[in-house]
């Protein structure tokens, strides 16, 4: 594709802003198809916007839009549907100055109270940033391009959930195919041994819906795990933080809970109002960490929302937050 110039002052701004708030130059991942392309495409003040690249694949239904700095990745799951962006991928290695320093980014985020946790792996080190969800990629000792240090890849997704230690994800799917034969006596021991944090339960969330996809024939099973595993998280999480992981089991297994249902209870557990989140500050720097994190969490709700069964009052309300805001995309009642 033709280089886009992005200078490498805009590149640094653009991670950081990424990493604290989950957002491209003020444009949040769950906006609209076009709202991304129309903020980048703006003439800068020498006259000239950021052109993209357009590619589609799996038969139309996936598409990817290229910046060089940043692709955003888009699925539909009909020809008929309108796209839905699920992943943004921030890449400074593809362009031609070096990449922003982990340090020098990670020194900056702390300065305005960011934190993050931090794994290890063989090639990278992984940081997950606590208020956005947001997962970066710094190169390892062993890598080569980029050098030791330097930051390699940095993912917005649409799921929000924090990483899972990798020593749960083996034992922990055996664990749940065990606990799927026992009583609820069995569950309730287990649980106070293994699952009393937010990423133990989140764990145990993802661990069972893996083996919903690779063991069907087990689907009552599962489900009443799930269920089980909810209604004991609710004690932990915060509401709106449950009610996310309430509404993601809903998607997975839909004949469960009403769309509709869905829908008022996400509206119900938004931790930030319009008003608000519209008088947010549009520098990240000046939006607290823990206004961050609330505006993410409001915004995954809302796209939940609208993705269920909005009534007539319902999807007037979800459209005020796409006018006033672009924090969601185009909003169809049912």
């Not at 930051?151 to 929000?160: A, Q, T, V």
């Not at 309430?246 to 938004?270: D, G, H, M, N």
């Not at 990240?284 to 609330?294: G, L, Q």
Request: aromatic share 12%; glycine share 4%; net charge negative.
């Amino acid at each position: 594709m033709t280089d886009i110039y992005w200078p490498p002052d805009v590149v640094t701004e653009v991670c950081l802003e990424a990493m604290a708030t989950g957002c491209v130059q003020g444009i949040p991942l769950e906006a609209g198809p076009e709202d991304l392309p129309e903020r980048l495409g703006a003439p800068d003040p020498d006259g000239h916007g950021r052109l993209f690249e357009q590619r589609y694949w799996n038969a139309g239904h996936s598409m990817t839009r290229d910046w060089n700095l940043l692709r955003a990745f888009y699925y539909r799951d009909d020809l008929r549907d309108p796209w839905s962006c699920h992943e943004i991928v921030i890449e400074p290695p593809r362009l031609d100055d070096y990449p922003p320093k982990w340090s020098t980014l990670a020194a900056e985020l702390r300065r305005h109270g960011y934190r993050y946790s931090t794994e290890d792996d063989l090639d990278f080190d992984l940081h997950t940033v606590t208020a956005s969800w947001v997962r970066v990629r710094v190169a390892g000792k062993h890598q080569h391009r980029p050098r030791p240090g330097r930051l390699f890849h940095i993912e917005i997704r649409s799921m929000l959930m924090n990483p899972i230690p990798k020593r749960l994800w083996g034992p922990l799917r055996n664990e749940m195919r065990a606990l799927g034969k026992a009583d609820t006596r069995t569950w309730r021991t287990w649980q106070a041994r293994h699952a009393t944090t937010t990423t133990e339960f989140e764990a145990v969330f993802e661990a069972l819906f893996i083996l919903y996809g690779g063991e069907p024939a087990r689907d009552e099973e599962w489900t009443a795990l799930s269920l089980w595993f909810l209604d004991q998280a609710r004690a932990v999480f915060r509401p709106e933080d449950w009610t996310y992981h309430w509404a993601k089991f809903q998607r997975r297994w839909p004949a469960l809970i009403s769309p509709a249902e869905v829908t008022r209870t996400c509206l119900a557990a938004l931790p930030m109002t319009l008003a608000e989140a519209c008088a947010l500050p549009t520098t990240w720097r000046d939006v607290s960490p823990d206004d961050a994190r609330r505006a993410r969490m409001t915004r995954a709700l809302l796209a939940f929302a609208a993705a269920a069964a909005p009534d007539e009052l319902e999807a007037a309300e979800l459209s005020r937050w796409r006018d006033d805001l672009r924090w969601l995309a185009a909003v169809n009642s049912c």
